[in-house]
């Protein structure tokens, strides 16, 4: 694969990452009912499962549902847990696809319901279900989480269950959800940006009807590529489906594609890199404070910008940027010089840690392994954190599938799809973003609130990204309406409880709004 930011991306995206956050189908599904919830056997047909697998599908098992306990804040709440799936069809009405989701329900009048996307494209909704804000939670993405640790679930301290319903939705190719097409439909109704954000949308809808939830307040929430498709997905949803979202919770988000393009003359690839690289640096030293990234984002947005837009027309201003950039990120003086102050990520990510033979992670530079080809010209696996997050998440998510929940199938379970990835359509589409979109669904519903949320220390979707986006947004009445929150940690900022926290405190004060 062509080593281009954007395809590094799509490789290693999920988030999430990462799972951050770790990124089709243009369908009319007007001719599906929406009560029906599974095809009948015989619908099921000779097609692959996910890009470049053939098989006899079996169908589905029917809706599972299991009562369930947490104990939160010191009471219990007692919620359902329900697999199910929906069915896709294509313009003709033709069943095209089949979208398995977990819901999290609490009884009682007035509950808002929130529905959740991951990114990759490719990853399934488990990173945060399983890591950010179901109930449950099982370890994975911090340094010294392994692979062959027992998959345990345990309550989920930063769960939103206690204020919202949850539906997490697993896109075609990921989790249990699947194409019933040949492969060159499926890029077709399932692989392109577009596509991908109708298809869901409607999946949202068919929801919603199927469960008599229409009339309930409505949120969203992405990461990764899924921060991508839930601008889009809002907007499709209020002027073509008729449905409004209250709120959008964009976590980690690959927001604005464009942004991280013309490194050879724009500032803006090395103005989004650079913070996140001195939050890394901050955090080894225990000095990450809010008032320690202020000052680094100011210098980014002033001194720094300035000095890479004169070039070499001001080798003063030149040579004291090279300097001040050595400073902040504690990376060797020669590095940081041969490469004018601009740290493009996989070779810092090899620089950081290079005299202890080890990598760090592009969803966290603070979560490191050993690289196994030290000596190698250019990195030759994996990203470190990436690789050691499938096999916890896929084992407790399909153990509590089918163990947990009683819905039975051997069907392979999908935390990652590296067949997606490859397929998705990587076209204009895909590199114009959903800014676009986020500004015309705040502009069209002027009570809908959106926060965005990062970690510090992500390279993969870097924090100062969305600052910048957003930042260009006109005010549209109330600018707090559209707002950026950044916390301790990476892609999946998540993972640490007091980002988690912070984060769930920061999502129930939007919720209070409605």
Not at 389 to 408: L, N, Q, R, S, Y
């Amino acid at each position: 694969m062509p080593s281009t930011p954007l395809l590094r991306f799509l490789r290693f995206a999920a988030l999430s990452l990462l799972f951050t956050g770790f990124a089709t189908l243009s369908i009319a599904q007007e001719a599906a009912p929406a009560s029906e919830t599974k095809p009948a056997a015989a619908e099921s047909k000779p097609s692959p499962a996910t890009p470049g697998m053939s098989m006899t599908l079996p169908p589905l098992p029917p809706d599972a549902h299991v009562d369930q306990s947490i104990t939160l804040n010191g009471k219990v709440l007692h919620y359902t847990a329900t697999v199910g799936t929906l069915p896709v069809r294509d313009e003709k009405g033709a069943l095209a696809g089949e979208v398995v989701y977990t819901a999290y329900t609490v009884e009682g009048k007035n509950r808002p319901v929130t529905f959740a996307f991951n990114g990759g494209p490719g990853a399934s909704s488990v990173y945060l279900n399983l890591g950010a804000i179901g109930p449950k939670r099982v370890a994975f993405g911090d340094q010294n989480d392994s692979p062959s640790d027992p998959a345990t679930l345990t309550d989920n301290p930063g769960t939103w269950l206690d204020f919202t319903d949850l539906v997490f939705i697993d896109p075609i190719g990921t989790g249990f959800s699947r194409s019933l097409v040949p492969e060159a439909e499926a890029k077709k109704l399932f692989y392109t940006p577009t596509s991908d954000v109708e298809y869901l949308s409607r999946v949202v809808y068919d929801w919603l009807v199927k469960n008599d939830r229409l009339e309930d307040r409505k949120y969203i929430i992405g990461e990764s590529y899924g921060g991508f498709r839930c601008p889009r997905m809002t907007s499709y949803l209020q002027t073509q489906l008729g449905v409004a979202m209250n709120g959008v919770v964009l976590v980690s988000p690959y927001l604005n594609p464009a942004i991280n393009s013309q490194g050879d003359i724009s500032p803006l690839p090395w103005m989004m890199t650079l913070p996140s690289i001195a939050a890394a640096h901050l955090e080894r030293e225990d000095k990450l404070t809010p008032d320690a990234m202020a000052a680094i984002i100011h210098y980014t947005e002033t001194d720094y910008a300035s000095a890479l837009m004169q070039g070499r027309s001001d080798p003063t201003a030149e040579q004291a940027m090279i300097q001040h950039v050595t400073e902040i990120t504690g990376l060797d003086p020669v590095f940081v010089k041969r490469s004018g102050g601009r740290l493009e990520t996989q070779a810092y990510l090899r620089e950081v840690y290079r005299a202890e033979g080890k990598l760090a992670s592009r969803y966290d530079p603070n979560v490191i392994a050993w690289d196994p080809f030290p000596f190698a010209p250019n990195q030759r696996n994996d990203d470190p954190l990436l690789n050691s997050i499938i096999a916890p998440t896929t084992t407790a998510m399909v153990d509590f599938v089918t163990h947990t929940v009683g819905w039975k199938t051997m069907a392979r379970y999908n935390a990652l799809s590296y067949a997606v990835n490859a397929a998705w359509a990587s076209n204009d589409d895909l590199r114009s973003g959903s800014t676009q979109q986020l500004r015309d669904a705040v502009a069209t519903d002027p009570k809908m609130w959106v926060l965005i949320a990062h970690g510090w220390g992500d390279l993969s979707c870097p924090f100062m990204g969305s600052i910048l986006t957003v930042n260009q947004m006109p005010a549209m009445g109330d600018p707090t309406r559209v707002q950026v929150h950044e916390y301790p940690g990476g892609h999946m900022f998540y993972t640490r409880k007091e980002s988690q926290q912070a984060l769930r405190k920061d999502v129930i004060q939007m919720f209070d709004r409605h």
